[in-house]
């Protein structure tokens, strides 16, 4: 049995909003798998555990560079908020962004080797990052990028510096930028529901199966006639078609105007979006949690030994 710390149930509630107690709970019947507690919390609580989830965790920049069909997006990493209003560590970011959109560098290590110069630092990215580390005081990290090219146009959207779309497209400008704004506020995972992953699709049906399962039991455990398999069957399949109705951007109700889907809005225009890239800064990444409790407790032991 996994131990269940105070830390491990406190970064468990910040991603799910849940009762601290549920929290402890989902852990330990994880035996301390958080992904697995996430999905327990989601059966129990429903949508009320799920709406933290997309909380960031990490700090930085997303930077977008484009002209026409080509361009480049890149997330660029570091320790704190006010580093990330660093006008340094703008400039670099923006020179990065620029450098993938020119070069088309295969991953972070080819990046890090194309030439560059800022203030005092280079001549290559990988002096300017360190440089800059020196400098700033925080590690400095290149995370992802990708770059644009081809017969597509590019609608690009930045929500400050923490979220980064990327439309490629063909017709209308403005319906495409509009489309770039919605993926920002609505998150979709796809264009379409036959391209959701798999695996997100088993999760949710695994949950809905779960959730019917429970209240099966609760109806039994009240007297009351539990639902024939067949029941159960379509409400998960429900659940699961809600599901992929929600995450998928042709299905989304267009946040311009929802009585209609982003693809009755795009047939209406004859515009084709053929893709989407969307980062938000620190997704996937955990933040270290300090436990301030156990960090208390050994400064006070500390002191009473010297």
Do not use: W
């Not at 990330?84 to 972070?108: E, G, I, Q, Y």
């Not at 639902?227 to 379509?234: L, N």
């Not at 299905?251 to 980062?279: C, H, R, S, W």
Request: charged share 25%; glycine share 6%.
């Amino acid at each position: 049995m996994a131990l269940i710390t105070a830390s491990m149930v406190g970064e468990l509630r910040a991603k799910t909003d849940a009762p601290m107690m549920e929290c402890k709970k989902a852990l330990t019947e994880a035996d301390g798998d958080m992904a697995r507690a996430e999905e327990i919390l989601r059966v129990k609580l429903g949508n009320k555990a799920g709406k933290a989830a997309s909380r960031i965790t990490a700090e930085g920049v997303i930077a977008i560079a484009a002209n026409g069909t080509a361009g480049a997006m890149i997330e660029v990493n570091c320790e704190t908020d006010f580093v990330s209003k660093n006008d340094s560590f703008l400039a670099f970011t923006k020179h990065l962004a620029d450098l993938v959109a020119t070069h088309k560098p295969a991953d972070v290590a080819a990046l890090s080797g194309l030439p560059l110069a800022q203030e005092s630092f280079g001549p290559t990215v990988e002096d300017v990052r360190k440089g800059l580390i020196g400098k700033i005081g925080e590690n400095v990290a290149i995370r992802r990028f990708k770059h644009f090219s081809g017969d597509h146009k590019l609608a690009t959207y930045l929500h400050g510096v923490r979220i980064g779309v990327v439309v490629e497209y063909t017709g209308d400008d403005v319906a495409a930028k509009d489309v770039a704004m919605h993926v920002a506020a609505m998150k979709p995972v796809s264009l379409s529901q036959a391209q959701v992953p798999a695996e997100l699709v088993e999760k949710e049906r695994r949950i809905a199966a779960e959730k019917a399962a429970e209240d099966s039991a609760a109806a039994l455990a009240a007297g009351k006639p539990a639902q024939s398999p067949e029941i159960v069957a379509k409400r998960v399949e429900g659940s699961v078609q809600k599901y992929l109705k929600e995450v998928s951007l042709f299905n989304q109700p267009f946040v311009k105007n929802d009585k209609q889907t982003v693809e009755q809005m795009l047939k209406a225009i004859n515009t084709q979006v053929a893709g989407f890239t969307m980062y938000v800064v620190g997704e996937g990444i955990e933040k270290k949690v300090d436990d301030f409790a156990a960090e208390v407790a050994a400064q006070v032991a500390a002191a009473k030994t010297a």
